[in-house]
């Protein structure tokens, strides 16, 4: 595994305490009636409370499959995923997915009701305070004024943020998301990253979170895990907390974007190249 130099050094440190979530050795896999799909090989991450850690690769190489057994929807064939130390034996309360696709809320439900649902579903609070807490979460992601709009009323955007405010109403340990804006026009997904941003800052959530957008993904993170073409490895862990929506379009941003892409697809990097170069003319 490469740790991308020149976009800081990997935040694993002495000092460092334990993480929340642990994937240790982790290979997945799809049994067909003809074949066994291998989606993910021996993957190994450390996501640190308040991280706000990248899964990203190219289509088909197991990002979302490795966010479902992380969500506890697949089990592992080979290796173990630990939360606080104790194994993912099922999905749970804890982690909480917000998908890409704008039909995950019931159409039947109101913005308030969606929101609500999993809080009375699971028991967690009485009807009284899962509505102040509802309220709350959809003023937290600026739908105040919409409780009683149903899906079908909402724009792309609004629905996915309707998504966010109902997984953090469950308050989770982690949110994960998978590719949740990629079904967005480009001036509402700018939107949204940004938003989120805004929201990790106020409320400091463990998110996970799923693209195969370099772009989305240095913006996004503060931690991004590289994964190569199926079977999903994890190519090169990198620091980006060192980016944000300020930087796109700057030459430094640009240079990050191009090394990260070169070591997804295995192309040399021109900086590098010139390195060698420089080192054999020595
Ligand atoms: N239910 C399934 N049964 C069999 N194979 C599957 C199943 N789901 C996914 N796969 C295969 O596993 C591999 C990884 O799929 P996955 O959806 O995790 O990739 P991804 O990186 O999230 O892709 P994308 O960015 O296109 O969503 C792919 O080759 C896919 O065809």
Redesign the pocket.
């Known amino acids: 595994m490469v740790l991308l130099s020149g976009v800081n050094a990997a935040s694993a440190t002495a000092a460092t305490p334990d993480p929340l979530l642990r994937v240790k050795g982790v290979t997945l896999e799809?049994a067909?009636r003809e074949r066994v799909?291998r989606?993910a090989h021996r993957i190994n991450l450390d996501v640190h409370a308040g991280d706000r850690f990248v899964l990203l690769?190219?289509?088909?190489?197991?990002?979302?499959?490795?966010l479902k057994a992380i969500a506890g929807f697949i089990r592992p064939t080979e290796g173990q995923i630990l939360l606080d130390d104790r194994p993912v034996t099922g999905p749970g309360a804890d982690r909480i997915v917000v998908f890409q696709e704008f039909d995950q809320l019931p159409p039947w439900k109101t913005v308030l009701g969606n929101v609500m649902f999993p809080l009375l579903a699971s028991r967690r609070l009485p009807r009284a305070e899962a509505k102040e807490r509802a309220r709350d979460s959809i003023a937290k992601v600026g739908l105040s004024g919409f409780e009683d709009s149903f899906p079908h009323q909402l724009s792309g955007g609004m629905k996915q943020r309707v998504a966010i405010a109902r997984a953090l109403a469950m308050k989770p340990r982690i949110l994960l998301m998978d590719?949740p804006f990629a079904a967005l026009d480009a001036l509402t997904r700018r939107k949204m990253q940004e938003e989120l941003l805004q929201l990790w800052d106020e409320v400091r959530f463990t998110l996970i979170f799923?693209t195969?957008s370099i772009e989305e993904a240095l913006v996004v993170g503060n931690r991004t895990a590289l994964?190569s073409p199926?079977p999903?490895r994890v190519r090169a862990e990198i620091n980006c907390h060192a980016w944000d929506l300020h930087s796109l379009g700057g030459r430094d941003f640009q240079a990050a974007a191009s090394r990260i892409h070169n070591l997804l697809f295995d192309t040399p990097d021109p900086e590098d190249a010139q390195d060698n170069r420089a080192v054999a003319a020595e």
């Open positions: 799809y067909t799909v989606a690769g190219p289509s088909g190489c197991g990002k979302s499959t490795l590719e799923v195969h994964l199926r999903g």
